[in-house]
Nanobody
Framework: QVQLVESGGGLVQAGGSLRLSCTASMFRFSIRTMAWFRQAPGKQRELVATITSSTDTNYADSVKGRFTISRDNAKNALYLQMNSLKPEDTAVYYC?????????WGQGTQVTVSS
């Protein structure tokens, strides 16, 4: 059974940085476009960044220039480096596929940015 496990969240002051990690078990990670999503309280889940199997990346305008998505296929791992964090980045962050059928969602990792 496919499992996505996110980690690395926490409480940080505005302007700070965090690095999120996601590990995926039992599926062909290397060929899939992967993505980070986030969901703030009372809001819909939104796409933050995507990375293809050939490491082409794309970002939501709200995070462009501040966040960097990357992957390590040997470890079945996905990362999100978040710099210059803002209070509006506060949300639960999830990883999943960036195209095609979504996998079962993991528990996510909470990111809280204080002003």
């Amino acid at each position: 059974q496919v499992q996505l496990v996110e980690s690395g969240g926490g409480l940080v002051q505005a302007g700070g940085s965090l690095r999120l990690s996601c590990t995926a078990s039992m599926f062909r990670f290397s060929i899939r476009t992967m993505a980070w999503f986030r969901q703030a309280p009372g809001k819909q889940r939104e796409l933050v960044a995507t990375i293809t199997s050939s490491t082409d990346t794309n970002y939501a305008d709200s995070v462009k220039g501040r966040f960097t998505i990357s992957r390590d296929n040997a470890k079945n791992a996905l990362y999100l480096q978040m710099n210059s964090l803002k209070p509006e980045d506060t949300a639960v962050y999830y990883c999943n596929t960036g195209s095609g059928v979504s996998l079962p969602w993991g528990q996510g990792t909470q990111v809280t940015v204080s002003s």
